[in-house]
Each structure stands twice: as C-alpha cells, then as structure tokens.
C-alpha cells in the first residue's frame, strides 16, 4: 500500500511540476473529468491531464481574444467574435494505479467531444470604451516600461492610466455552451460462476454524451463589498454510460506447466487476467453540472471553485423497476494557484471531491467517497493579439 502510494504521489507531483515550467490554461472540471465550464478566455491547442480520472486529453480551440486592463494589474480578456468551437480527444485508463504500475496491463476508454458557444449577451466591443482610450493605455504601458522614463514619469503615469482603467467598464458575458461526443472503453469482466475458461469475457461499450448549458463570466463581480472576478456555469444532458468505476478490479495469474517427455523437464508459463468483477449495467443518464469559480481581486496568485455534479438515471441496470429513479450528487472545492494575475492561467489545481454527498456517511465510507485530485492544463500553441 505504501508503495502504490508512493507512486501516486511521484505522479501527481511531476505533473504539477510540468505545468510550472509551462503555459497552463483553465483547469475546471471534478475528479471524473465532468464540468460546466466551456468559456475558456484563450485558444489554440491544449493537453489535460487529469491525476484522479487517469486521463490525457488533447484539443484545439479557435478563441481569438483581445486584452484590456481593468485595474491593479489585472486584465480582461474578451472574444473578438461572438462564437467559438473546438474539439477534444482523450484518452484514460479504468485501472487503478497499482495496476498500471505492476503489470502495464491496462483496460483503456477514449472519448472525442464537439464543443461550441455562443455569446447571448455582454458583447464587449460595444461598450467597452473607444479606441482612442485603449490605444492610450497601451502607449502609456509602454512608456512606463521604458528603461529611461523617470520615477517621477512614472508616477503620473500610473495616476493617468488609472484614470483612463476606470472608465473602461468590461461587461459581463453571457453564453451559450453546448458540446456533444461518443466515447468507447474496453475491458474484461470476471463472472466466478462461469466455467474456468470462459470466466473473463471481453467487452466494448459504445456511449454518447451531449450537453447544453449557460456561461456566466463578469470581471467585477461584488461580494460582500469585495470585488471578484467570477466564471459561473450550469449544463443538463443525456449521457449513455456503464458503472465500470463501482465495479471491482479483479486479477488472475494462469499458470500453464509443460513437460519435456525426453528429458523429464517441465517448463512454467504464467499470463496474467485483469477485469472487473460484480454487476455491470449499461443505463441512460441525466446529468447536471454546476462551478462556480472566482478570484479576488485583492488576491493576486490564488482562485477558489465551488461545484456539484448530480446524475439523475432509473436504476443501475436501467430498469425503472427494481431500483427505482437514482440521483448522486457529488460536491466538490477547489483551490488553484495562478500565473500572471489570471483567472484563466492556474500552474495547478487541487480539487477535494464527496461522492454521493447526500446519502449517509459513516467513518468506514468517508475515505472511499472523499476523492482527492490534481489537474493540469498545458498551452500548446497559443492565438496572440
């Protein structure tokens, strides 16, 4: 236990270590890889990994942005045109990590998703001052990063360009997210009661998954007479799923003895089964996503995310029936550690996730159902202004 444990931790580290050394971009989503959030503030291509949901995803968003100061350092970043679109290609593994560290064994699923939004409201190139005001800050920022410009220049500078950030009013954004994608996964399943030979038996699940929701973003957002800036989602949609993860990991060592009828020798071969043992059901679900995420604006380097993932489906074998309608919520935090004072570029996030928040907890379950985690977002190629 110690051991796998160790290589956890090893992994989770370096991959924090990576996103450090470089260009990471929003990394809002739970411990299974499940979000609101589609407004991403950058473009270009992107690679995710998530630790807890052993994922690797690869993408390209077409989000060309514009950047204009707000106040004390901080930055909005604003859409050129009202749409954006992308896709998402990933990769993960349904074992646990000491399987995939023992043996190299590893049952494998891949998704590509489709994603697209839409600004309804806020769009800022209507009111978010004239040009004249913009190319005037952008001069000034200039001269004040010149080597030879005086303290003294400086300083009125910065009283100038104060005055010329705070006529800049940055509205709230509000868009229209939809994304739709089929995923695959294959593995083995371990039936005990099944003749010996036949008791791993290899599957293929094909799945879908589409979702509709709404983007909330406002960089001035109050609380408590605090300013914030604040990126809100919520999604609905219908997803076809399996229950692989509440399924137990099974392996079998087969040992195949042969002997030399000459000599008398025997010679051993091992091979090694793994699968996942109990009642697997396929069922189509339902599934609800909210985040809330937001960074003070007096907190220069640090962002905080509240959220909730609940999936609502009639039993796990689909069937109204037996088990009646089910609905899981988990609720998660999240905190995260930003570059260059923006929301949109954390070096790494942690998240502490509950699964099944409203059902009875007790001291036995409370270490299964908490779900630690660590996401990472590295910029591949990036738009520029």
């Known amino acids: ?12 580290l ?207 957002f109050n609380i408590f007479k605090n300013d914030v800036i604040l990126l809100a989602g919520l999604t609905i949609g219908l997803r076809k799923q399996n229950n692989v993860d509440d399924l137990t990991e099974v392996r079998a060592e087969d040992v195949t003895i042969s002997t030399n009828s000459i000599t008398g020798t025997t010679r051993s071969f091992k091979s090694e089964n793994v699968g996942f043992s109990g009642n697997y059901q396929t069922f189509t679900s339902f599934p609800i996503n909210f985040d809330l995420y937001f960074k003070p604006h007096k907190l220069e380097n640090a962002a905080f995310s509240l959220y909730g993932r609940a999936n609502s489906y009639y039993g796990r074998n689909g069937s109204e029936m037996e088990n009646g309608r089910q609905f899981p919520v988990n609720l998660g935090v999240g905190f995260y550690l930003l570059s260059k004072n923006w929301l949109a570029n954390p070096l790494g996030g942690i998240t502490l996730e509950l699964s099944d928040s409203f059902q009875t907890l007790s001291a036995d379950s409370f270490k299964d159902r908490l779900i630690f985690n660590i996401v990472t977002r590295v910029n591949i190629v990036q738009f520029r202004e």
């Open 14 to 220: 370096l991959n924090l270590f990576i996103s450090t050394l470089s260009y990471s971009q929003n990394v809002l989503e739970g411990a299974k890889g499940n979000s609101s959030i589609d407004y991403t503030q950058y473009g270009g291509g992107i690679v995710t990994l998530n630790a807890a949901d052993k994922k690797l995803e690869i993408g390209y968003i077409n989000y060309k942005f514009k950047t204009v100061p707000i106040q004390n350092g901080l930055v909005n970043r604003y859409s050129e045109r009202p749409i954006w679109y992308g896709f998402t290609v990933s990769g993960k593994a349904l074992n646990d990590y000491s399987t995939i560290f023992s043996n190299g064994k590893v049952s494998p699923a891949s998704d590509i998703k489709i994603r697209f939004g839409y600004r309804i409201d806020g769009d800022p190139s209507s009111s978010i001052g004239n040009s004249i005001v913009i190319d005037s800050i952008k001069i000034l920022a200039e001269e004040r990063a010149n080597p030879r410009t005086t303290q003294q220049r400086k300083n009125s500078i910065d009283v100038r360009m104060g005055v010329l950030t705070a006529a800049l009013a940055p509205p709230p954004e509000l868009w229209l997210i939809t994304r739709g994608g089929y995923e695959v996964s294959k593995f083995k399943l371990y039936n005990q009661s099944l003749p010996f030979d036949s008791q791993f038996n290899s599957l293929r699940f094909d799945g879908f998954n589409g979702q509709i929701g709404l983007n909330y973003w406002h960089p001035k």
């Open 1 to 12: 236990m110690e051991t796998r444990m160790y290589k956890i931790v090893v992994v989770l």
